[in-house]
């Protein structure tokens, strides 16, 4: 038989994942001229986009507005979504070899790296992520409890989950109920008694990862003044030595705005948001009851590493912040997959430009790739990812054109959906979700908001009529 | 940006040498993995210095003997390394003000990878492509009726 990739047999992949990795793989397979390709999206939510439904903050609504990309993907006629159907549960490896030529891994960065402080478990510390799976709907964590009712909140790092966290945690009833906001996250925010928020950098503002837009949005809420630090948002020696040799205009501009809000005198708003910078926590602090009452921080110092980078250290100044509740930011990892090599140093698939790694023998295990986050870890926005993308789709049309391909028994599109409708009777196609879609849609008009998601997948096959 | 994303897909294997080794080993492992500097280890993992094509052909125009030579000898020793967590934008700069080509990254004393200039670049260009093209699709979202 020769090479997949014709009309007669074309190149069957599976890809795992339906977040924005998985159509920017999907996209320049189905798009190669001389090459047939057959792509199956497999997500375990019955709803696809990924991060960009369950992780961009509801109320920056424009930044979801690239779905109407990736459904332009999905109309294409060798592409196929299959929903709420897990890898390594509903079908495994061995399944998916049996089906596909390429199999792609684009499952992303599912977990939070912990901060390693002693406190860090007591009542009313949580992931950050999982604070914003739970205000976006996401059906995982639309049961999660938060103590809305304290009145100061810490939330650890200064990365872009953070500032979503601190602004969604800032934002009014009113501005939140334009949102597409999990309705029951809007009640729940609604009755909050928080009156002060603070966001911690470990390191200046020169080296905050927060974009100038971002930092400028804060200053721009509703109901809540922004407030920081003089002394902190002055350029320590070694931050001025930095930019002095190497120049940024966004980052001049990002400690000009920070600069001008030292200068802010409250307004009178009802909450208050505290940008703080150079500060780590080291302990979190509980009450006889287990809950967290406060944290210790300590105040860092800033240091050139022989690249130049900036990284803190420690000093011997503390200070203790008392807080009713800690959201922590301060990095994500990918979770390992059944079957699939794993690199524990970084949190990501062992790969090698996406290439999956045999890791004995450090060569490529033949059909396996990955992308995204779950390749490279966490870093850049959303389109960062197509380029990523792109170099592991370079590699599988390299490998096809070498024959370094697998051989499935079953390579047939007809035999993958059997396969999936025996093991996932109610699995949810496209055409299922742009009904669920429009669904969503007409819910939110009713209420003058852009949708009123479905939070629960028995609401969802419901809703389809299952 | 940091150095660990660009390590994470650059799968788990770095080409070391050991400093007593000879000349004609390190071009042999240069030449299989086709690439352009070996990291010199001692102990676990502790990069002591570095040999790359250059410093072989810059001993070998000279004299004849290069390939019996150890590697000791030849190696630079005044090395800069990088950490996972440094930001790409420190480390662009001083790779390029310092013609560095390749920059062994230490974690805790240990080798964890080798990032080249060309990786840089690389990682730097895809962090723009990948802003502007989040940029794009939302300019586009403005118009309807515009297509890609």
């Known amino acids: 038989m020769g090479k997949p990739g014709t009309t007669e047999q074309p190149l069957r992949v599976a890809i795992i994942g339906?977040?924005?990795?998985?159509?920017?793989?999907?996209?320049?397979?189905?798009?190669?001229?001389?090459?047939?390709?057959?792509?199956?999206?497999?997500?375990?939510?019955?709803?696809?986009?990924?991060?960009?439904?369950?992780?961009?903050?509801?109320?920056?609504?424009?930044?979801?507005?690239?779905?109407?990309?990736?459904?332009?993907?999905?109309?294409?006629?060798?592409?196929?979504?299959?929903?709420?159907?897990?890898?390594?549960?509903?079908?495994?490896?061995?399944?998916?070899?049996?089906?596909?030529?390429?199999?792609?891994?684009?499952?992303?960065?599912?977990?939070?790296?912990?901060?390693?402080?002693?406190?860090?478990?007591?009542?009313?510390?949580?992931?950050?992520?999982?604070?914003?799976?739970?205000?976006?709907?996401?059906?995982?964590?639309?049961?999660?409890?938060?103590?809305?009712?304290?009145e100061r909140v810490a939330v650890v790092g200064v990365g872009n989950v953070a500032v979503d966290v601190a602004r969604i945690l800032c934002r009014s009833a009113d501005e939140l109920a334009k949102t597409d906001i999990a309705d029951y996250a809007l009640q729940a925010l609604r009755a909050s008694r928080i009156k002060e928020v603070y966001l911690l950098g470990r390191r200046g503002p020169a080296q905050a990862a927060f974009t100038n837009p971002e930092i400028r949005e804060l200053g721009e809420l509703a109901d809540a003044d922004i407030a920081v630090v003089p002394a902190e948002v002055e350029l320590d020696p070694a931050s001025r030595a930095s930019v002095e040799k190497n120049p940024d205009r966004a980052t001049m501009k990002k400690v000009e705005i920070l600069q001008g809000y030292a200068l802010r005198k409250p307004s009178g708003k009802s909450r208050r948001l505290v940008v703080r910078f150079l500060v780590s926590p080291v302990e979190l602090l509980g009450d006889a009851s287990g809950r967290v009452v406060g944290m210790r921080l300590t105040q860092n110092e800033l240091y050139a590493t022989p690249t130049g980078a900036l990284q803190p250290r420690a000093t011997d100044r503390f200070e203790e912040l008392a807080v009713g509740l800690v959201f922590r930011s301060v990095g994500y990892r990918g979770v390992p997959l059944p079957g699939v090599p794993f690199n524990e140093k970084w949190g990501v698939i062992l790969n090698e430009k996406g290439r999956v790694l045999d890791p004995d023998t450090k060569q490529p295990v033949v059909g396996e790739y990955t992308a995204g986050w779950i390749k490279r870890g966490p870093s850049g926005v959303i389109g960062t990812n197509k380029p990523d993308a792109a170099e592991t789709v370079e590699c599988m049309l390299e490998d096809l054109a070498q024959g370094a391909v697998r051989a499935p028994a079953q390579p047939a599109a007809a035999a993958a959906e059997a396969l999936v409708r025996q093991r996932r009777p109610g699995y949810v196609s496209y055409a299922d979700w742009r009904q669920l879609n429009e669904l969503e849609v007409a819910r939110g008009r009713a209420l003058g908001r852009p949708r009123l998601k479905f939070t629960r997948v028995e609401e969802m096959l419901g809703a389809l009529g299952r | 940006m940091n150095l660990a994303t660009i390590l994470a897909r650059k799968g788990a294997q770095t080409v070391t040498v050991r400093s007593e080794q000879t000349i004609r080993e390190g071009l042999a492992l240069l030449a299989r993995h086709n690439i352009g500097a070996l990291i010199v280890v001692e102990g676990a993992d502790r990069p002591v210095g570095i040999l790359s094509e250059r410093d072989i052909v810059r001993e070998a125009a000279r004299r004849e003997d290069v390939f019996a030579r150890k590697v000791a000898e030849l190696m630079t020793r005044d090395v800069i390394t990088g950490q996972p967590q440094d930001d790409l934008q420190s480390v662009a700069h001083t790779m390029t003000e310092k013609r560095v080509r390749h920059l062994p990254v230490v974690d805790q004393g240990r080798l964890v990878g080798v990032v080249s200039i060309g990786d840089v670049v690389k990682a730097q260009r895809d962090e723009y492509r990948g802003e502007a093209e989040t940029l794009q699709a939302q300019l586009l979202a403005d118009q309807p009726g515009r297509s890609q």
């Open chain 1, 18 to 150: 339906a977040g924005p990795t998985g159509y920017y793989a999907a996209d320049p397979l189905l798009r190669q001229e001389g090459v047939v390709v057959e792509v199956d999206l497999y997500d375990r939510l019955p709803t696809p986009y990924g991060l960009v439904r369950l992780g961009v903050a509801p109320d920056h609504q424009k930044i979801k507005s690239v779905t109407a990309a990736f459904d332009k993907v999905a109309a294409h006629p060798r592409f196929r979504f299959f929903g709420g159907v897990e890898f390594g549960k509903d079908v495994t490896l061995a399944d998916l070899r049996a089906h596909y030529h390429q199999i792609v891994y684009c499952t992303g960065a599912q977990t939070d790296r912990r901060m390693g402080v002693p406190g860090e478990d007591l009542q009313g510390s949580h992931p950050a992520t999982e604070f914003v799976a739970w205000y976006n709907g996401h059906p995982d964590y639309r049961d999660s409890q938060f103590d809305l009712s304290v």
